[in-house]
């Protein structure tokens, strides 16, 4: 749900948020990255459902298309995030100049590639699969909460409103399980620990001179 909301307007009119087009030159790329992301939001919920109603066979035969569609987001995401401004590098996104958010946008690539990874790798191990495979969910919903009104409302706009609402999605995720089990999940709350660390480091590391020069040669023409 919090993903269409996000990108309602590209799901409905193939648009941005401003109602701009999407440059030609990298609407392929674009469609395949967004369908993937999308149909992965899709996925998770049906594996949800199987597993609530104790078809592990069909989950575990599902699994295989997840693992698909992963591949295909994380071969997609860098693409889209280099590609798409390296004709406007002076394109500022969530009150960024773009190649700070560069970073960001990679580091969630990385993160939901390593989570699938741990999880597809112990998907006959639930509580270590389940955790992993939502924690990789996490790491995609930046994008479409950083575009609800609702959360920019709250949150504002810049680092505080990009990752803000997903901060806290997170840590209620973590006070849930622990409501429903009576215990720390370690799996799901050491993910959600990983991935906070990371991303607030890799913010940091956005505003350093060496990751400009990286991003410069990234987003070269």
């Known amino acids: ?17 401003d109602d701009s087009p999407i440059d030609p030159v990298i609407l392929r790329v674009v469609v395949l990255h967004s369908s993937a992301v999308f149909a992965w939001f899709v996925l998770f919920f049906v594996q949800a459902v199987l ?10 035969k599902l699994g295989w ?16 995030a280099i590609r798409g401004v390296q004709h406007t590098p002076d394109l500022r996104v969530f009150a960024w100049p773009y190649p700070r958010f560069l970073l960001i946008m990679l580091t969630e690539i990385v993160l939901f590639t390593v989570f699938v990874t741990i999880g597809v790798v112990n998907r006959k191990r639930p509580r270590i ?39 806290v999605i997170g840590a209620v995720l973590v006070l849930v399980r ?43 023409p």
């Open 1 to 17: 749900m919090l993903t269409f909301l996000g990108f309602r307007h590209y799901l409905l009119g193939g648009k941005h948020p």
């Open 51 to 60: 597993i609530s109603v104790q078809n592990r066979r069909l989950h575990m």
């Open 65 to 80: 298309l997840g693992v698909a569609i992963g591949a295909a987001i994380a071969g997609t995401g860098p693409w889209v």
């Open 129 to 167: 699969h389940r955790p992993m495979m939502l924690m990789a969910c996490l790491c995609l919903l930046s994008g479409a909460t950083a575009r609800t009104p609702f959360f920019r409302a709250i949150f504002g706009v810049g680092a505080v409103g990009f990752f803000g609402p997903v901060a």
């Open 178 to 220: 622990m409501a429903m089990t009576r215990r720390v999940d370690g799996w799901l709350a050491g993910g959600y620990a990983v991935a906070m660390i990371v991303l607030c480091v890799a913010g940091q590391l956005a505003h350093t001179d060496t990751w400009s020069v990286w991003a410069t040669a990234l987003l070269k």
